[in-house]
């Protein structure tokens, strides 16, 4: 930032930049130094230039393990990494627990945790990088005083909002080691963790930590900067070698502002001994991807000319930087895991296809790192209604990484709709008084993301939103089977989704649908009643092997399920139970699905359940419904667009065994607006009886507005000042006894 004149950054003018550098002198004339912080490249001449003079107390001797560029590629990030976990032996931590690393993709998280797994911890942390064992979401802002004690010790580089919740979470007596200030400077917590567990919250300095014992103890403890240093000096080399980019002097203004616009990650150290640009020249640049737009469209072009059937790395050779991408998946079922993965071998081997628009109505994942998520360094903005099975995207959200709009599921479904049938997009009454609505943000998820997307219009003196059709270039799916000429089967599929949509938005828009299947047969040989998309709209076909094929990421899809995709009807004596005993509240939610089902009151009643605790609720009515004489005859449904059977949970969710109809989502979501639900179950994360400005108050991430604002409107009517129900009926289950929150709402006849 200093580099490229962001005020307020450095304190005096003319000032060489540069937190830290390697040299030859010292105590003795050709000594190897080192030197960081001391206000260096803020207030005092920094490390971007050939020579510098600074204090000798300032400097630290270069471990003789320790090369020069090894040390620069460790820096303040990496020193400032070491610090925090000395912090935590020092101050106590419990090594039972997981230790919490947030920024895990920035220099000081990664390093943290390859230094907490070399010590034998298991590590939390937004995606597995260098040796993180646990992955976790982005963390809530409205935390609890005291909530679960989940970590044994933390390491926090972003500050303000995340410490309360950290705090709260921590494990009786251990440390949380706060060192950056990504997030903000302001902290708005109790003093509970502190005084009821004795949580201790260590603030880490790496600008005046001290070099020796010259300096008072009070300051510090003795000699921490060598002896932090010698630690250093012990990680493998390939660690380091891993992390970096060289650039020449000359290149420094150039390489400020690639990591400033997302262009250049890890770690970027000026060598100066290079004496030529490493950097391509922006114009030069400019030229490059010209010429590879070039290559890369008429590699479309033959490709296919000749057969619609290809490798999965031939098909990702296809895709342009820049283009509006969509991807088929919901939750973990239908991913397209053959094409992701060549897509993402591509890049990490060309840095291409980059600054991708993602669109899509719900993200499929498995919270390890599959399904979409392998493509978030590729992705510059994106339009979507749930993340939470991908961290690492909803990470990138969060922290800014990502230009992101969170909209209504149904809506975003109705988007790529309109995207298909050439229209500029639809006016719909869902979203208005929730964050979706212009006028409380339009679904905007970060700071970085400022452009409007959605509009607040006046119709008859009616109040819509006008949601804007994507102009998506590239879609990513998947079918059963597909024959030579690109008619996509979905015979073993368990849903549809919005498939067709997606093609056909593609192909409006001049661009490239590729389409993942298990096998091809020859042309005319397919069941054509079970041809969801044309071959027509089917420009590529990938066989994705055996390790691609499962329908879903939960274990027992591993092998073809035939009830899933509706070929067999399962056995009653095959349904799954609720047990009494298990993780995460089994026995409670058990007595709250049970309770739960004696809620609908109107025979032959369409039911909603939507994610979490809901799913509880499908397989208690498919076990004990017959206990609820009114329950006779009702119809399950999920927003993915399945009618009937018994809806599945977990990573299952949005399927069903048994299903007697699929339809396409963004139908179903027609369904819904239309008013057609009787009974819904929702999960949410807080409820309000109160007067709110929404009908249901969920303040947790990101990932939590799905479908629920489209479900919701059919049974909500918004007012001026207040959401009150117009014939309907709240019931909100006694939290003490449930451990959960659920809502079922019910339409009612004449009350």
């Known amino acids: 930032m200093a580099i490229c004149g962001i005020y307020g950054v450095v304190e005096t003018l003319p000032l060489i930049t540069g937190i830290d550098f390697e040299t030859k002198a010292g105590f003795q004339k050709g000594d190897k130094v080192i030197m ?128 309360p919740t950290i705090a709260s979470q921590m494990v009786y007596g251990c440390t949380l080691a706060s060192c950056g200030v990504a997030g903000g400077p302001a902290i708005k917590t109790t003093v509970y963790p502190f005084i009821i567990r004795g949580v201790k919250l260590y603030g880490v300095d790496s600008v005046f930590a001290p070099t020796d014992s010259r300096r008072p103890r009070v300051f510090h403890r003795d000699e921490v900067r060598k002896a932090v240093w010698q630690d250093l000096a012990k990680v493998p080399k390939d660690i380091w070698q891993n992390m970096r980019t060289e650039v020449a002097l000359e290149d420094l203004h150039e390489a400020a502002q690639r990591i400033l616009a997302g262009q250049i990650r890890g770690r970027v150290v000026v060598n100066l001994a290079l004496r030529t640009p490493q950097l391509v020249p922006k114009e030069k640049e400019e030229e490059d991807l010209e010429a590879l737009r070039r290559q890369t469209l008429e590699l479309r ?20 930087d820049g283009d509006s991408v969509t991807s088929a998946g919901f939750v973990a079922a239908m991913p397209c895991d053959a094409l992701i993965t060549a897509l993402r071998k591509r890049y990490d081997k060309t840095k291409h296809p980059r600054d991708l628009e ?53 809506q975003i479904s ?157 056995l009653r004596s095959h349904l799954e139970q609720l047990p009494w005993e298990g993780p995460r509240n089994a026995c409670q939610k ?12 109107k025979p032959r009643a369409v039911l909603n359940f939507g994610v979490g605790s809901p799913e509880f609720v499908a397989t208690m009515m498919a076990s004990h419904g017959h206990q609820n004489p009114e329950l006779h005859g009702f119809m399950s449904t999920v927003e993915s667009g399945v009618w009937g059977g018994v809806p599945q949970g977990g990573f299952r969710f949005g399927t069903s065994v048994g299903y007697e109809a699929l339809v396409p ?74 451990c959960s929150c659920w809502i079922s709402i019910q339409r009612l006849n004449n009350q």
């Open 36 to 163: 960081t912080g001391w206000e260096m490249g803020q207030k005092f001449h920094g490390g971007h230039a050939e020579f510098a003079s600074v204090k000798a107390e300032w400097l630290v001797p270069l471990p003789p393990e320790l090369s020069a560029i090894d040390a620069m590629t460790i820096g303040t990030a990496g020193f400032t990494a070491a610090l925090c976990v000395r912090a935590l032996e020092e101050s106590g931590y419990d090594r039972s627990k997981p230790i919490l690393v947030t920024g895990a993709d920035g220099g000081v998280g990664s390093v943290a945790i390859y230094l907490l797994n070399r010590k034998g911890c298991r590590v939390a942390a937004c995606l597995r990088a260098l040796g993180a064992t646990e992955i976790v979401g982005a963390l809530p802002t409205d935390s609890k005083a005291l909530d679960e004690q989940l970590w044994g010790g933390a390491i926090d580089v972003v500050g303000g909002p995340t410490i």
């Open 301 to 320: 072009k033959s490709l296919t000319t000749k057969s619609k059937i290809v490798s999965a790395e031939q098909a990702a050779s296809c895709i342009l």
């Open 358 to 410: 993602m669109v899509f109505s719900i993200i499929v994942g498995d919270r390890e790192g599959r399904g979409t998520e392998p493509l978030t360094p590729m992705v510059s903005r994106a339009v979507f209604g749930w993340t939470d099975v991908c961290p690492a995207f909803t990470n990138a959200v969060l922290s800014g990484k990502i230009e992101a709009y969170n909209l209504p599921m149904g």
């Open 414 to 570: 109705h988007m790529i709709r309109s995207s298909a049938n050439g229209a500029p997009g639809h006016l719909s009454k869902v979203g208005l008084h929730t964050f979706a609505d212009p006028r409380k943000g339009g679904g905007k998820r970060n700071k970085q993301t400022t452009k409007d997307l959605v509009k607040l219009q006046v119709l008859d003196g009616e109040e819509y939103i006008f949601y804007p059709a994507p102009k998506i270039t590239v879609a990513l799916l998947r079918g059963s089977l597909a024959d030579e000429a690109g008619n996509i089967s979905f015979e073993h599929e368990p849903l549809l989704l919005d498939s067709l949509n997606q093609a056909m938005a593609a192909k409006k828009n001049g661009g490239l649908v590729i389409v993942q299947v298990q096998r091809v047969v020859p042309s005319g040989s397919l069941d054509h009643r079970r041809v969801h998309i044309p071959g027509m709209l089917v420009d590529m076909v990938v066989v994705a092997g055996k390790e691609h094929s499962a329908v879903t990421y939960a274990p027992a899809d591993q092998e073809y399920d035939p009830t899933l995709s509706g070929e067999m009807k399962p």
């Open 590 to 601: 058990r007595v709250m699905a049970h309770r739960a089902l004696f809620e609908v009151k």
């Open 665 to 738: 989502t963004s139908t179903m979501m027609d369904f819904y607006l239309g008013g057609g639900i009787d009974v819904a179950f929702l999960g949410v994360g807080e409820a309000s009886l109160g007067p709110a400005e929404s009908p249901i108050s969920v303040r947790r991430t990101v990932t939590i507005i799905a479908g629920t604002i489209a479900v919701d409107h059919t049974v909500w009517a918004p007012t001026k000042r207040t959401s009150t129900p117009q014939g309907l009926k709240l019931m909100v289950t006694n939290l003490a006894v449930a």
